[in-house]
């Protein structure tokens, strides 16, 4: 898969690595929520320290936040505006306008287009 390089590096210069920065884009670029599992199938690294140290900083940089699953798991889910500002940079650069430029908002005036 081609990355840009431009967002790559973007997330680079918040700090993370190129395969932390690869993976985050990816995650930024789908979802938002990603596992440890991913992380490790996406990276080839074994669990243990290179995952904790990964969860650790895009937890303690305020990126990402972490929700208990049964059974000890555990789901991130990348909320930060800065790494989607980050990406969102080479999308605009590229003309892709289909690209999601950061997590969903809630709509608080979800009944002003009914009528009646």
Do not use: W
């Not at 596992?35 to 995952?51: D, I, M, P, V």
């Not at 080479?90 to 289909?98: D, K, L, R, Y």
Request: net charge positive.
């Amino acid at each position: 898969m081609q990355f840009p390089e431009s967002s790559i590096e973007n997330l680079c210069g918040l700090g993370y690595t190129e395969d932390e920065a690869r993976f985050l884009y990816l995650v930024a670029t789908h979802s938002g929520y990603f596992s440890t599992r991913q992380y490790l199938g996406f990276t080839g690294a074994k669990s243990g320290e290179k995952s904790m140290a990964f969860t650790q900083k895009v937890l303690g940089k305020g990126h990402a936040t972490a929700r208990l699953l049964l059974r000890n798991g555990r789901i991130y889910h990348l909320f930060s505006r800065i790494v989607y500002r980050a990406i969102r940079a080479h999308s605009h650069e590229a003309g892709n306008i289909g690209f999601r430029a950061g997590p969903p908002r809630l709509s608080l005036s979800r009944n002003r287009d009914r009528k009646g």
